[in-house]
């Protein structure tokens, strides 16, 4: 079973310029959450989808970053404009669906796109 | 503001010893531990998720959970230098809220 894919693996912007990175989850996965992880912390959610809808959003700084999940499945996560930051991992990782049995909220992660804002 | 927190480290342990690393979290409803290891510039791989009171084992992996302390414990057995990695404890409510990561705890097993 393929895992998580996300690209690009690396991108390196000017402050102020814009960026989006991309997401497609374990094939079946209904829900997908995009993650924030700055150097020497844990991963933070920004936004968690399920199917096409957006379940929680709350600390996404919605002035400069947006999300979309479009038919469902794929992902895309946009920085506009980007700030020093911004500058960090973003983490998809995808779960098999959101519902009470706890078995299926496991998430699994893509290997993550590297930015940095100069 | 739930929180979830573990020792930074790093916790060094030499091969074969059984390294204890240990979290702390703040949200009594909490439901549902899961342990991730993350290798330097990789991104995080699950590795045990419990979901009630007690120890469960996978290999040389054992998850411990006590609720009524609100703490979350893992146990690697027979330490390798392949287990050198940041090891994050997560947490979540049952089925509907997203994972809340503590910062992670870096160990180093030493051959």
């Known amino acids: 079973e393929a895992g998580v894919a996300q690209s690009p693996r690396y991108k390196i912007i000017e402050k102020r310029q814009s960026v989006a990175f991309w997401c497609n989850p374990i094939?079946?996965?209904?829900?997908l959450y995009w993650y924030q992880q700055i150097l020497g912390q844990g991963p933070k959610l920004l936004i968690q989808f399920q199917n096409n809808g957006v379940v929680d959003d709350s600390q996404l700084p919605k002035d400069r970053f947006s999300a979309e999940r479009l038919k469902g499945v794929d992902s895309t996560l946009k920085i506009q404009p980007a700030k020093l930051e911004d500058s960090a991992v973003y983490l998809c990782?995808?779960?098999?669906?959101?519902?009470?049995?706890?078995?299926?909220?496991?998430?699994?992660f893509g290997p993550g796109t590297r930015l940095t804002v100069l | 503001q739930k929180e979830v927190e573990q020792n930074s480290g790093p916790l060094s342990v030499p091969e074969g010893a059984i390294a204890s690393l240990n979290c702390t979290y703040s949200d009594r409803g909490s439901q549902s531990f899961f342990w991730y290891r993350q290798y330097s510039g990789k991104s995080p791989e699950l590795i045990m998720s419990?979901?009630?009171?007690g120890d469960k084992e996978d290999g040389r992996f054992t998850a411990q959970l006590n609720k009524a302390s609100q703490y979350v414990s893992l146990l690697i057995r027979d330490s390798q230098p392949s287990d050198s990695a940041t090891y994050l404890c997560a947490v979540n409510m049952q089925g509907n809220t997203p994972l809340v990561f503590g910062k992670g705890t870096r160990l180093s097993v030493i051959a």
């Open positions: 419990i979901y009630s009171n």
């Open positions: 094939s079946g996965h209904a829900t």
């Open positions: 990782a995808s779960s098999l669906r959101m519902i009470l049995d706890r078995r299926y909220n496991e998430q699994f």
